[in-house]
Each structure stands twice: as structure tokens, then as C-alpha cells.
């Protein structure tokens, strides 16, 4: 009977002398997480970033581009200084947009 006392006593205390894992082992399944994570959409997004900012570097006037609305224009002209662009949508009708706001360009002026 006592000795029935003794283990229960053991066990309540969560095991006697067993010793818990490694405290770093508990940390693996977070760091995997992380890492997996990184991988598949930090550093996917962080590379289409890039491209789009090489694309808006890139911009001549003359391109056929797309802004973030959706409008298709022809770019007319660029002003570095305020950074926009000025857009042709059709005879007579010119816009200007922030370069930021082109989202595609899909012909590129051919010389």
C-alpha cells in the first residue's frame, strides 16, 4: 500500500526523476513555421516588388501601359521631378498619373 502511495506520489509530480526535452526541441515547430513561411510568401512577394520597381524604372515615353484602374494609354511624356507621367488615351485626351500606378506594361516602344 505504501509503496502504490509512493508511485502515485511519482507520478503526480510528473514522473520523479525524469527530466523534461531540451527547452530549444520546443522551439523547432515555431521556427519551421517561420521559415516556411518566409518561403513561401515573404520572399516571392518581395521579388515581384522588385520587378514592378525595375518595370516603373524602366518606362519610355511611347510604352502602351495599364494603370491600376485599368485605363490603357500610350505615355506621351514623363516629369522626374513630380514623378508622374503623362498618359495619351486617345486623339485630344492626355492624363497625367503617378508612375507608381502603372501596373503593366504591354508593348513596349520599339525603336
Not at 32 to 61: C, D, G, S, T
Amino acid at each position: 500500500m505504501h509503496s502504490v502511495l509512493l508511485l502515485m506520489g511519482q507520478q503526480a509530480s510528473g514522473g520523479g526523476g525524469e527530466q523534461g526535452g531540451n527547452p530549444l526541441l520546443s522551439f523547432l515547430p515555431l521556427v519551421l513555421i517561420i521559415v516556411i513561411m518566409w518561403l513561401l510568401l515573404l520572399r516571392p512577394q518581395a521579388k515581384r516588388q522588385k520587378q514592378h520597381r525595375q518595370m516603373l524604372e524602366n518606362l519610355q515615353k511611347g510604352d502602351r501601359v495599364m494603370t491600376a484602374g485599368g485605363i490603357l494609354g500610350t505615355i506621351a511624356g514623363i516629369k522626374e521631378k513630380e514623378n508622374t507621367l503623362i498618359v495619351k488615351l486617345g486623339d485630344n485626351v492626355k492624363v497625367e498619373v503617378a508612375r507608381n500606378m502603372i501596373s503593366q506594361v504591354l508593348s513596349q516602344k520599339t525603336e
